[in-house]
C-alpha cells in the first residue's frame, strides 16, 4: 500500500481506560486512528464472545472516540446509516446518546451481492431508507475487508444527497477491519471533493488494530482469502499484542473476528465455523509447519532484531519502555511456543469452545 512503509502509530490519548492512537507519515489525506479497550480486546480475543456481547463490548471504546471528536468539534449534528445488518453491531446511537452528541436521523440500507451463474456479478441495494441531514456528520459502523460494499453504499448515499442539493460535512467510520479500507477511503475522498469541494473527509476509527486479510489459504491451507483477518502487514495496537499472547492460543484462530452477524445473531453458525476450523486444523496438525505458521501470525520471520521488529510494526514512535518490553515479550512467547505442539492447542480450543457454547450446537 502506498506509503505504509513510512507511517507511524502515534499516541493521541490514553483516557478512561482506552488507548488511543493516529497514523502519521503516511501523507493521508483523511484520518485513521487505532483504539484499544478492555472489551475490544475481550471480543477479538475470545471466540465465545456471542449475541448482545458483542454490541456490548464496543461501547466504551466508541464512547471514549465520540467524546474526543466532540471535544475536537469533528461532530455537532450526526446522522447514522446502518448497512444492515452489519451495522447493528455498532452502538453508535448509544455512544452519540452517552456523549451528548445529537443524533438527527438514522438511515438504513441493505446491500446484497447478485449472482449470475452461480459467480458473484456485483452488488445492488436491496433495502433504501434514506434521510437527507444537510452539512452533518455522517456515521458509519462495519466490518472492512474487501470494502465492496463500504464503497457501493458510500457512492449511493452521496448521489442521494447530492440528487437533493444537499452535502456533507465528514463521514465517521467505526470498523473491524483492514488495511484495504485506507486504500478505499482515500480514493473515495478524491472523487467526493470533485463535487464537494469543502468536504472534510474521513475519520477512521479502528478496534484494536489496521488488520490485513489473506491473500491465499495461509500456512494452514483453512483461511479464506480477502475474508479472514490477521496481524502481517497490518498495525497492530500494543496493548492488544500484549493481551493476545499472554493468552497464547487467540493468536492461532482462524480470524480476529469471525463473521460479525453470526456472532451477535446466527450463533450456531458462528460455533459451527469455529469448530469446523479447529478441527481442521487437528485433522492437518501433522502436515502444518509450526514454526511457519507462528511466523505468519506474528507477522515477521523469527529472529528479528528489536530495530526491525519496531519497524515492522510501525512502533517507531511509541515510548521506548513499552515497545522494549513489548518485543522481549515477544520473543519469550515464540520460543515458549517450542514446547507445545499444534495438536494440543487444536484439542484445548475445541474442548473449550464446546464447553463454552454447547448450548447452541445443533
Known sequence: ??????????????????????????DYVNEYYVVSEAETRKLMNTPEVVGYEVYHCLIPATSQMLYYFKEQKKVTTANILSILRGALNYPLEESCYREHIRVHDISFLSSERVFQEDEIAGLEIKYSKLTMVPDSTLMIGDIIASGETLIHCLRYVTDFYRAHGAKLRNIIIFTIGGTKGIEILEKLTSEIREYWPDFEGFITVYYEGIFSTYQDKGVSGINLPDVDFYWKDGIIAPEFRRETLSMRDPLFEKCIIYDGGARRYEIHEHVEEVLDFWKGMLERCDVIDMNALIEEKLGYALPISYEDWLACNHFQEIESAQTKWLYEMEMRFADCLKQVTLKEIAQQRIEEFTTALRKYIL
Do not use: H, I, P, T
Not at 17 to 25: E, F, H, Q, S
Open 1 to 26: 500500500m502506498k506509503n505504509w512503509e513510512n507511517v507511524r502509530l502515534v499516541r493521541e490519548f490514553s483516557d478512561q481506560g482506552v488507548d488511543c492512537y493516529k497514523l502519521a507519515g503516511g
